[in-house]
């Protein structure tokens, strides 16, 4: 009888566990939410990125489109009513403020008819359908009749295009792509093209080269001062050999000027082309684009991008061995389940019974694990053996409870979080209160990395055994406590220095206040408050001889 009992238990727990085994929750994950306000398109919706990334990935692969009227920006490329001008890797996601990033893939095209290279209005797409999209996996039905099929690893993407029986089979890859700033085009927050390089080999069958791309949201351009160039490099293979390829070059949508002599260039005995000079403003627009033969109904091909070399993105691709998609597909799937969903399961029976639910919570604690981008061994730069990570943004909307979030679920990601918020105020000055494109920029309020540091401190991970250096970290917060920031001349706010640090400490050291000589008065005297009592609970420990003055500061 009890040895019965056992045997029935133990099938039974068998079944329990092979069901739950069984269990895909990533159907529940629907990475539409967020991308469409009430009017249908992109105005007043939460900007989320709905293509395809790995946890924390670099890559972030998806369409960049444009809006009609300007509604509003593409912030994270897609626009639910926007016609799509490329497929690229680098977004954000949840973010306002400025378009930034949209940079290096390419575009399926089925005819070069009316199509001027140089001008994205002559060639982009209006899409058939919804988008449709699940974890690790992107489709678009383009109008031209191409079917686009994206997955990413997390430094290359896969790009599949099924192009319709009549029509060439055509890619084109301009290196000068950028996503729009719609609404923000005036600003002097908006992205550019600076220079690039294309430069094709192997008889077309793979094209390397670099971009650089200047300003956009946080790091904005000739009125922010120097430091805001980003530059990526790439490396896309494609399956097959095109018949022909061509370069193109010229200055901006102009077809009739005809490329400068400086634009031709060789790599390993190679000929390419460069928007002109290394370090010239506003080089040439460059690309190239391949005809594939008519026999050939599919084109996919492997792009890697790195911040560091060519080389490395070469390498990149090896994290998609298969040109099988679904092979792809399948092992983003596994990664989201093994470091995001198999941390939760769900008891409350009427929860699990709920679709909405089960949709609205897989669907959020997907989006809470897209940014920031784990880019460690990617940082152009400074050299460092510390984790770097990139895209807070912002630092201002996590840290109440996102980044308490990682701590508990993804210790080590939380920490080398951390770390890399020190190695950034290590190495140029400050911490980040939000961070992209490899710079700092901007501040809303206070300086909230303290804060961050300071959870940690508290919860125990309070010595060099987990990896922070404690001593520098206190003397990053102290930075912040202490040192006003340089004037940035943000055109938007003449009042405050907002790219790193806290702008308005002469007030908040003379009065224990903000006076209205500086934008965000209010809120500011709220922040620094906050910030400082952060300060105070690790200098309780760290630097007792500090700490009444931060606890009474932040009174
Ligand atoms: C998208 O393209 C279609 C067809 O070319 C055009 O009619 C429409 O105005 C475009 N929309 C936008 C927002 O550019
Ligand atoms: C088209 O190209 C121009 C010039 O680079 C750029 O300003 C604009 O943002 C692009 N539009 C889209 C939708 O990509
Ligand atoms: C993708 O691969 C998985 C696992 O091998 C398989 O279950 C699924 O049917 C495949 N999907 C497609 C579209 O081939
Ligand atoms: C399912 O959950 C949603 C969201 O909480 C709720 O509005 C709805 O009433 C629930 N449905 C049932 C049948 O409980
Ligand atoms: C670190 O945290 C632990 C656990 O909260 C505590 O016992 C210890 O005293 C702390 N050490 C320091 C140096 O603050
Ligand atoms: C912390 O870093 C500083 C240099 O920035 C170094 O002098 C110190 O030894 C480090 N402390 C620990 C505990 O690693
Ligand atoms: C505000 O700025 C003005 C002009 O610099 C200065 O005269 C005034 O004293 C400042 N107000 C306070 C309360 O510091």
């Known amino acids: 009888m009890g040895l019965l009992k056992l045997a029935f238990i133990c ?17 529940y994950v629907d ?80 005819t070069l008819d009316g199509v001027n290279v140089l001008d994205n209005t002559t060639y982009m797409q209006p899409r058939v359908g919804h988008d449709r999209a699940s ?8 109008a031209n009749g191409a079917n686009v099929e994206l997955s990413a690893s997390q430094h290359a993407g896969f790009f599949q295009y099924n192009y319709p029986s009549h029509g060439d089979r055509i890619v084109l890859a301009d290196v000068s792509h950028n996503l729009p700033s719609g609404i923000d085009a005036e600003f002097p927050k908006s992205q550019t093209y600076s220079n690039g390089q294309m430069i094709v080999q192997n008889g077309g069958q793979r094209f390397v080269g670099w971009g650089v791309w200047r300003g956009g949201w946080g790091g904005g351009g000739v009125a922010y001062g120097e430091g805001s160039d980003m530059q990526v490099y790439f490396c896309n293979d494609f399956d097959s050999i095109p018949s022909s390829f061509e370069y193109f070059t010229g200055p901006w949508n102009d077809p009739t000027s005809p490329p400068s002599p400086d634009t031709q260039v060789t790599l390993g005995g190679q000929y390419g082309v460069q928007g002109g000079p290394v370090g010239d403003d506003q080089g040439n627009r460059v690309g190239a684009y ?51 969903f198999d941390k939760m399961s769900i008891n409350d029976k009427a929860d699990k019974a709920n679709n909405t639910r089960l949709t609205m919570f897989y669907s959020a604690l997907y989006r809470m694990h897209q940014m920031p981008s784990d880019r460690t061994g ?21 840290f109440r409870c996102l980044n308490s979030w990682y701590l508990l679920a993804h210790t080590q990601r939380a920490l080398d979080m951390l770390r890399s918020l020190v190695d950034t105020w290590r190495h140029e000055g400050y911490m980040p209160d939000a961070r992209s494109g490899n710079y700092n920029g901007k ?11 300071a959870d940690a401190w508290v919860k ?28 940035n001349h943000d055109p938007d706010d003449p009042t405050c220095a907002n790219k790193e640090g806290r702008c308005a400490l002469p007030d908040w050291l003379e009065y224990s206040y903000i006076t209205p000589n500086f934008s965000l008065s209010v ?14 609970q690790v200098a309780k420990d760290m630097a007792p001889q500090d700490y009444e003055k931060y606890f009474k500061r932040s009174a």
């Open 290 to 340: 391949f005809i594939f033969p008519n026999h050939v109904d599919t084109v996919k091909s492997k792009l890697g991008v790195s911040f560091i070399s060519i080389d490395k993105a070469c390498k990149f691709q090896e994290e998609i061995p298969s040109w099988t998609l679904n092979d792809t597909v399948e092992a983003t799937k596994e990664q989201w389940n093994k470091e995001v």
């Open 135 to 142: 974890v690790g996996y992107y489709a678009s039905q383009l």
């Open 378 to 398: 990617e940082n152009p730069k400074w050299s460092s053996s510390e984790p770097y990570y990139d895209d807070f943004y912002t630092l201002w909307d996590t």
């Open 31 to 110: 990475p539409f939410i967020g991308t469409e306000g009430p009017t249908g398109n992109g105005a007043n919706s939460g900007d989320t990125f709905p293509g395809v990334s790995v946890p924390f990935g670099m890559v972030k692969i998806g369409p960049d489109t444009n809006e009609a009227d300007q509604a509003s920006n593409p912030f994270a490329g897609y626009t639910p009513d926007g016609n799509v001008t490329a497929f690229t890797c680098f977004h954000e996601c949840g973010v306002g403020g400025g378009s930034k990033y949209g940079v290096v893939g390419h575009m399926p095209l089925t």
């Open 523 to 536: 809120s500011r005297t709220v922040d620094y408050s906050l910030n400082d009592f952060a300060i105070s």
């Open 460 to 487: 125990g991970f309070n010595s060099s055994r987990y990896g922070i250096n404690w001593s520098d970290a206190y003397a990053a917060m102290q930075k912040d406590a202490e040192v006003t920031p340089k004037p």
């Open 11 to 27: 099938v039974l727990a068998s079944v329990i566990a092979a069901a739950a085994a069984a269990e895909d929750v990533t159907v």
């Open 443 to 453: 501040v809303q309020g206070g300086t909230n990395a303290d804060i961050v540091l």
